[in-house]
T-cell receptor, first 116, second 113 residues
Framework: EAGVTQFPSHSVIEKGQTVTLRCDPI?????LYWYRRVMGKEIKFLLHFVKESKQDESGMPNNRFLAERTGGTYSTLKVQPAELEDSGVYFCASSQVWGQGRAEAFFGQGTRLTVV | AQSVTQLDSQVPVFEEAPVELRCNYS??????LFWYVQYPNQGLQLLLKYLSGSTLVKGINGFEAEFNKSQTSFHLRKPSVHISDTAEYFC???????????FGAGTILRVKS
């Protein structure tokens, strides 16, 4: 069974450009989460999809970030325009049931974004 | 509000020695607790989790953790580490019925030969 897959693994872009990160969750997992780790600090929650609906986007830093989940399958996270402080590692996770306490959340390997 | 504090940013230890990675949590409501590991160039992998019941939780790769409600701690231990345990370890909490993990800042475990 394939795990959570993220593309690309690394991305280096200039300030002001646009970048789109993609996450393919484990097949059948309705719940999809985005997290971000900036500069070796804590990993922080960005948002949570249940199927194609945004359940919770309280962690999205500002309106330069746009997340979508087409048809409840893969998800994209677009940053437009990118700023220097957006650099970090973006993790995607998926789980079968609501609330990760009763199930394991499986994480992808992350996308390392560097804005120069 | 929830928070998780990992008291050590780096822990160096010699191979076959025991290790303890410390984690304290703060929450006004019941939480579940987790330890994740990130090996170099890999994603986060669940080591173990505490949901309820026995306060001593055993995980993969010989790791275990003890939930201590009075001290609000969830320290991770291994009696004898290997070089292959070199990685970054994250403690995390999840509010009961919640949907977002709250992570600590991570502890880098460096196992030396």
């Amino acid at each position: 069974e394939a795990g959570v897959t993220q593309f690309p693994s690394h991305s280096v872009i200039e300030k002001g450009q646009t970048v789109t990160l993609r996450c393919d969750p484990i097949s059948g997992h309705d719940n999809l989460y985005w997290y971000r780790r900036v500069m070796g600090k804590e990993i922080k929650f960005l948002l949570h999809f249940v199927k194609e609906s945004k359940q919770d986007e309280s962690g999205m830093p500002n309106n330069r970030f746009l997340a979508e989940r087409t048809g409840g399958t893969y998800s994209t996270l677009k940053v437009q325009p990118a700023e220097l402080e957006d650099s970090g590692v973006y993790f995607c996770a998926s789980s079968q049931v609501w609330g990760q306490g009763r199930a394991e959340a499986f994480f992808g390997q992350g996308t390392r974004l560097t804005v120069v | 509000a929830q928070s998780v504090t990992q008291l050590d940013s780096q822990v160096p230890v010699f191979e076959e020695a025991p290790v303890e990675l410390r984690c304290n949590y703060s929450s006004s409501v019941s939480v579940y607790l987790f330890w994740y590991v990130q090996y170099p160039n890999q994603g986060l992998q669940l080591l173990l989790k505490y949901l309820s019941g026995s306060t001593l939780v055993k995980g993969i790769n010989g790791f275990e953790a003890e939930f201590n409600k009075s001290q609000t701690s969830f320290h991770l231990r291994k009696p004898s580490v290997h070089i292959s345990d070199t990685a970054e370890y994250f403690c995390a909490s999840l509010r009961e019925y919640g949907n977002k993990l709250v992570f600590g800042a991570g502890t880098i475990l460096r196992v030396k030969s």
